[in-house]
């Protein structure tokens, strides 16, 4: 059964450093997403992208953050220089029509020391 | 290999009765479930949970019960309302380790 992959599955990063957090999604699916856990707390939404631009970002996703579709079959979510609060759990999702069917990563632990 | 499966992808309840939505797993070592909302074009917001230690969670019109033996869970929404009509995704975890989501179940409540 098709599955969106994320690497790597944790990561350690000192603050200030900049992070890439890569996502495959499924082959035919059009739109994609990434969404952040705080340990403890509720996931939240970061960005939605289609069409090769973002079509939708949170407040939390500010000028720190950056996706890229650079080949056709990655997703890449960069944090230019992180910061602690940074820290939290990070799911790629994608999706063939953007309204119901979601299929999500199983995750990238950020870690910011 | 799918580790929570959640097998209806869409599900239709009249407005007032039960809504059951199904999920199954896998891994043994799961400790704690969790059963996400969705509504389209939103992320995911977290309903209920419950921990593997417990056979049922109630949280108003929200159950969640566990079936460890049988890898399955199950949340019950009595009586459906038209809002509860939204994406719903199973979710398990082991300890501190990631979340790991089924592919959802749409549930579409009928006037």
């Known amino acids: 059964e098709p599955e969106v992959t994320q690497t790597p599955s944790h990561q350690v990063t000192q603050m200030g450093q900049e992070v890439i957090l890569r996502c495959v999604p499924i082959?035919?699916?059009?739109?994609f997403y990434w969404y952040r856990q705080i340990l403890g707390q509720k996931v939240e939404f970061l960005v939605s992208f289609y069409n090769n631009e973002i079509s939708e970002k949170s407040e939390i996703f500010d000028d720190q953050f950056s996706v890229e579709r650079p080949d056709g079959s990655n997703f890449t979510l960069k944090i230019r220089s992180t910061k602690l609060e940074d820290s939290a759990m990070y799911f790629c999702?994608?999706?063939?029509?953007?309204?119901?069917?979601?299929?999500f990563g199983s995750g990238t632990r950020l870690t910011v020391v | 290999d799918q580790q929570v499966k959640q097998n209806s992808p869409s599900l239709s309840v009249q407005e007032g009765r039960i809504s059951i939505l199904n999920c199954d797993y896998t891994?043994?070592?799961?400790?704690?479930f969790l059963w996400y909302k969705k509504y389209p074009a939103e992320g995911p917001t977290f309903l209920i949970s419950?921990?593997?230690?417990?056979d049922k969670n109630e949280d108003g019109r929200f159950t969640v019960f566990l079936n460890k033996s049988a890898k399955h869970l199950s949340l019950h929404i009595v009586p459906s309302q038209p809002g509860d009509s939204a994406v719903y995704f199973c979710a398990a975890s082991q300890g501190d380790d990631k979340i790991i989501f089924g592919k959802g179940t749409r549930l579409h409540i009928l006037p």
């Open positions: 999702a994608s999706s063939e029509d953007g309204i119901y069917g979601y299929t």
């Open positions: 082959s035919n699916h059009l739109y």
């Open positions: 419950i921990s593997s230690i417990k």
């Open positions: 891994n043994s070592m799961f400790d704690y």
